[in-house]
T-cell receptor, first 112, second 113 residues
Framework: KNEVEQSPQNLTAQEGEFITINCSYS?????LHWLQQHPGGGIVSLFM???GKKKHGRLIATINIQEKHSSLHITASHPRDSAVYIC??????????????FGEGTQLTVNP | NAGVTQTPKFQVLKTGQSMTLQCAQD?????MSWYRQDPGMGLRLIHY???????DQGEVPNGYNVSRSTTEDFPLRLLSAAPSQTSVYFC????????????FGSGTRLTVV
């Protein structure tokens, strides 16, 4: 079993729909990252969180440390949101900021 | 522009050849790392560095070498390329070890024939 599991693997939505992508992890963590990988391959960091909730524009990320679960929500989805969304965690006690464990990603397609 | 610069973007190698993937950042980040991305798998850590002169192995280090002689540069060397090293490679940097955000390079698509 992977340390980081994402669901769903693939998600197709209509423009305007509310989207949720889930991330579950099995280890104690100090931080969780959500990343976006564009169709061209570039990776952008969206959020880093260790508790609670963060919001940036139409994107909202939440984390429940006790349940070892995080969600990424996209409100009023748009075709330009089509990308792979990747969850990554840093294990608690890991002193190096470079050691992230990644989920396999969720491929999101938003149709007009 | 500030960020992480990776070169080349594409490369085809023959089995047994060696090459270096370049990674440079101009943000004075302490932490740099190399990942490979393969279909159906998450990004996997190859090597990382917590500062100039300090490197360590990640999850899949075999067949790769790194060095960190300066804060800015973190090259990845393939010693003798194998078809199993066909992948997309990403370099990333981070400001410090207490959970700062990551900046990724644009990736290098490597094919070994």
């Amino acid at each position: 079993k992977n340390e980081v599991e994402q669901s769903p693997q693939n998600l197709t939505a209509q423009e305007g729909e509310f989207i949720t992508i889930n991330c579950s992890y099995s280890v104690g963590i100090s931080a969780l990252h959500w990343l976006q990988q564009h169709p061209g391959g570039g990776i952008v960091s969206l959020f880093m969180l260790s508790s609670g909730k963060k919001k940036h524009g139409r994107l909202i990320a939440t984390i429940n440390i006790q349940e070892k679960h995080s969600s990424l929500h996209i409100t009023a989805s748009h075709p330009r949101d089509s990308a792979v969304y990747i969850c990554a965690v840093r294990s608690r006690g890991e002193t190096s900021g470079s050691r992230l464990t990644f989920g396999e990603g969720t491929q999101l397609t938003v149709n007009p | 522009n500030a960020g992480v610069t990776q070169t080349p973007k594409f490369q085809v190698l023959k089995t047994g050849q060696s090459m270096t993937l370049q990674c440079a950042q101009d943000m004075n980040h302490e932490y740099m790392s190399w990942y490979r991305q393969d279909p159906g798998m998450g990004l996997r850590l190859i090597h990382y560095s917590v500062g100039a002169g300090i490197t360590d192995q990640g999850e899949v280090p075999n067949g790769y070498n790194v060095s960190r002689s300066t804060t800015e540069d973190f090259p990845l060397r393939l010693l003798s390329a194998a078809p199993s090293q066909t992948s997309v490679y990403f370099c990333a940097s981070s400001r410090g070890h207490w959970d700062y955000g990551y900046t990724f390079g644009s990736g290098t698509r490597l094919t070994v024939v």
